[in-house]
């Protein structure tokens, strides 16, 4: 969660009168002993799963989580990893976009939001075997890991309120 | 507690083991400084929140034996209409820990920031914060492991 990057947008500028949007909270700072846990948590999750993969799930966890500073954060580094912008943003439908994806990309994603919306209700059996279809255990536990890491990076970067492109 | 209904769908520490020394270094992290009731009050509640059987056996009978009554307990999931059985403190860390684990149903209000950040100061908050985000962590990966209430991880 270190990368200090300039959002990319279309006019190359955001507009004038955008209100200030600052951290509530130095977490990381006032509680340095979590933010080391939370790296430590972040390196053994990624562990043996395909980067670009990664990023997708981290992507679209971030985005149902509503977290700005993730979404800055993990678009810029998928488009680094050398993701094509049109996975980028058709993530949100991917559903509605299956030629973009694998099946296998496909079946971590439902995964993702499975595991993201937990309040909505459990992780359907149904949702659960489309991934184990593809994921062998250890890969499957892997990424379990990553979707809970992001969902973990995503209620700071929220409940902090961290700003896109700030540290 | 009582014998595991099932086996779980997925060994995930087993399969993962290196994702458990740290989820648990960010917990014990959490919990530093908290009061051992607040905490146990608001694991159950997010395992509410995330339906997590295990979650809750665990927590349920850890607050038991930290000397929760079972009034409070029960009362958990309806605290907001039974004010009296919890301190506002306790109620304000309860309104918070909803937000931060229901992101999906939109931010953290600075309403129910403010309320909290009224009763800890900032290193509680920080802890607070990321105590939510520890038992959120533990609910997904026994939620999406299906581990059976009472068995072990």
Same mark, same amino acid.
């Given at each position: 969660?270190?990368?200090?990057?300039?959002? *990319?947008?279309?006019?190359?500028? =955001?507009?004038?009168?955008? @209100?200030?949007?600052?951290?509530?909270?130095?977490? /990381?700072? &006032? #509680?340095?002993?979590?933010?080391?846990?939370?790296?430590?948590?972040?390196?053994?999750?990624?562990?043996?799963?395909?980067?670009?993969?990664?990023?997708?799930?981290?992507?679209?966890?971030?985005?149902?989580?509503?977290?700005?500073?993730?979404?800055?954060?993990?678009?810029?580094?998928?488009?680094?990893?050398?993701?094509?912008?049109? *996975?980028?943003?058709?993530?949100? =439908?991917?559903?509605?976009? @299956?030629?973009?994806?694998?099946?296998?990309?496909? /079946?971590? &994603? #439902?995964?993702?939001?499975?595991?993201?919306?937990?309040?909505?209700?459990?992780?359907?059996?149904?949702?659960?075997?489309?991934?184990?279809?593809?994921?062998?255990?250890?890969?499957?536990?892997?990424?379990?890991?990553?979707?809970?890491?992001?969902?973990?990076?995503?209620?700071?970067?929220?409940?902090?309120?961290?700003?896109?492109?700030?540290? | 507690?009582?014998?595991?209904?099932?086996?779980?769908?997925?060994?995930?520490?087993?399969?993962?083991?290196?994702?458990?020394?740290?989820?648990?270094?960010?917990?014990?992290?959490?919990?530093?400084?908290?009061?051992?009731?607040?905490?146990?009050?608001?694991?159950?509640?997010?395992?509410?929140?995330?339906?997590?059987?295990?979650?809750?056996?665990?927590?349920?009978?850890?607050?038991?034996?930290?000397?929760?009554?079972?009034?409070?307990?029960?009362?958990?999931?309806?605290?907001?209409?039974?004010?009296?059985?919890?301190?506002?403190?306790?109620?304000?860390?309860?309104?918070?820990?909803?937000?931060?684990?229901?992101?999906?149903?939109?931010?953290?209000?600075?309403?129910?920031?403010?309320?909290?950040?009224?009763?800890?100061?900032?290193?509680?908050?920080?802890?607070?914060?990321?105590?939510?985000?520890?038992?959120?962590?533990?609910?997904?990966?026994?939620?999406?492991?299906?581990?059976?209430?009472?068995?072990?991880?």
């Amino acid at each position: 969660m270190t990368t200090a990057h300039t959002p *990319r947008t279309t006019s190359g500028a =955001a507009p004038a009168a955008t @209100p200030p949007h600052g951290p509530r909270l130095r977490w /990381a700072k &006032l #509680a340095p002993d979590v933010y080391k846990a939370m790296i430590a948590l972040d390196a053994a999750a990624k562990k043996g799963l395909d980067p670009a993969l990664v990023e997708l799930v981290k992507i679209r966890a971030s985005q149902l989580n509503h977290c700005a500073f993730c979404l800055d954060m993990h678009i810029t580094d998928a488009r680094k990893a050398g993701e094509t912008e049109e *996975r980028i943003y058709l993530l949100s =439908a991917w559903e509605e976009a @299956p030629g973009f994806y694998s099946p296998e990309e496909q /079946a971590a &994603l #439902a995964l993702t939001e499975a595991v993201t919306v937990l309040t909505d209700g459990f992780v359907p059996d149904e949702v659960y075997e489309r991934a184990a279809a593809h994921f062998e255990d250890a890969a499957l536990a892997q990424l379990l890991a990553l979707i809970t890491t992001i969902n973990a990076w995503n209620r700071f970067g929220v409940a902090t309120r961290m700003a896109p492109g700030q540290a | 507690m009582s014998t595991p209904e099932t086996a779980p769908r997925l060994p995930v520490f087993r399969l993962a083991p290196d994702i458990y020394a740290p989820l648990l270094a960010l917990t014990q992290a959490a919990k530093k400084g908290l009061d051992p009731v607040l905490v146990e009050l608001l694991l159950i509640r997010a395992s509410q929140l995330n339906r997590c059987a295990f979650c809750l056996d665990m927590h349920v009978t850890d607050a038991r034996k930290a000397g929760v009554s079972e009034e409070r307990i029960t009362l958990l999931s309806a605290w907001e209409e039974a004010p009296a059985h919890y301190t506002e403190k306790e109620r304000a860390a309860l309104a918070f820990t909803e937000a931060v684990t229901v992101l999906t149903g939109g931010f953290v209000p600075d309403e129910v920031y403010e309320r909290a950040a009224a009763h800890f100061d900032d290193a509680e908050l920080a802890r607070l914060l990321a105590l939510i985000t520890a038992i959120n962590s533990w609910n997904r990966l026994n939620v999406a492991a299906r581990t059976p209430a009472g068995g072990v991880l």
